[in-house]
């Protein structure tokens, strides 16, 4: 599949396809032409998605404002995204939508806004944003740009910590019973590097609210095309699509990493966890029952693992 910038002699598929995707209706088809006709309209933020010659998908962003009443702040709009009927459920509305983001980014935009389900769009990273609704619309499914991700430096460890800790009283995470310490965890830190095992740390403005670390998987170099990563989030911040903002990051990069193989190791009753690497293609691998007794209750471990 192709992801390439829309140009004129699209219109008329791009036109078809809106229809087609939204029930035969032609409300879309003409938004889009409206949007194109605008000062708010980006080329570059009209992007299809191509196989075969054939135009399969296609997602608008382009520019706006939000009043506060006082003043006027400049956002970007996702709307609207179609695949084709046939096509739907494949990925290629999700890769359009992170090939928009990623534009909206390099060019300087921060903030993307949208209406649309509050269940779908989180596993982008995007989440609840309450303006005024009557500048708006339904306030309860405007959402924003995915949390920033970046490679953690030592000051982060005291905030990785707190939030490692934070999940042991929940018996469902990790195996240690007590908190760790963050003298404990230096030299776990300095076992990773951006270029071969990355510790990421997700934030909220100045805030670090999640991270994901590879390991490197039983400490022999046969096995170094395979890693074991760990997500971890802060409690406030759980069931917002964090998870799956990092797995799809891991996944990305997997091949730059020099990675064929990713696991994870799963306590059997940790079911969000086990959803969530199974939704993104990762099996049962391996069973080790009843290997850690989390005060007095024998518990099994799963091991998860896809090919990159």
Not at 108 to 113: A, I, K
Not at 134 to 153: C, F, H, M, N, S
Request: glycine fraction near 8%; proline fraction near 6%; charged fraction near 25%.
């Amino acid at each position: 599949m192709k992801l390439r910038t829309e140009t004129s002699e699209d219109h008329s598929q791009v036109y078809d396809l809106n229809v087609a995707a939204f029930g035969n209706r032609e409300d879309e088809s003409r938004l889009v032409g409206r949007i194109r006709q605008s000062e708010g309209f980006i080329p570059e933020f009209s992007i299809v998605a191509e196989m075969d010659e054939d135009i399969v998908g296609h997602v608008l962003f382009s520019k706006a404002t939000v009043s506060d009443g006082a003043e006027e702040h400049p956002v970007i709009v996702l709307a609207p995204i179609a695949v084709q009927p046939q096509r739907q459920k494949q990925g290629i509305g999700a890769e359009l939508i992170r090939e928009g983001l990623k534009r909206c980014r390099e060019l300087g935009y921060g903030v993307v806004l949208l209406i649309g389900h509050p269940s779908y769009y989180p596993k982008f990273g995007f989440r609840p944003a309450f303006f005024n609704p009557t500048k708006l619309g339904k306030r309860d499914a405007i959402l924003r740009e995915p949390y920033p991700v970046t490679d953690a430096i030592v000051e982060d460890l005291p905030a990785i910590v707190e939030i490692y800790n934070s999940t042991i009283a929940g018996r469902k995470v990790t195996a240690d019973l007590e908190p760790v310490t963050i003298n404990s965890r230096r030299r776990w830190f300095d076992e990773h590097s951006p270029d071969h095992r990355p510790l990421w740390v997700m934030k909220d403005e100045d805030r670090i609210i999640a991270w994901l670390s590879f390991q490197s998987f039983y400490g022999r170099p046969a096995y170094n095309a395979t890693a074991e990563l760990s997500i971890y989030i802060s409690e406030d911040y759980r069931s917002k699509g964090i998870g799956s903002q990092f797995l799809e990051k891991a996944i990305q990069e997997s091949p730059r990493l020099s990675l064929l193989n990713l696991v994870g190791f799963v306590f059997g009753h940790n079911e969000p966890s086990l959803a969530l690497l199974r939704k993104y293609g990762f099996q049962q691998w391996g069973l080790l029952p009843k290997v850690a007794n989390m005060d007095g209750v024998e518990r099994d471990l799963v091991i998860l693992g896809r090919r990159v």
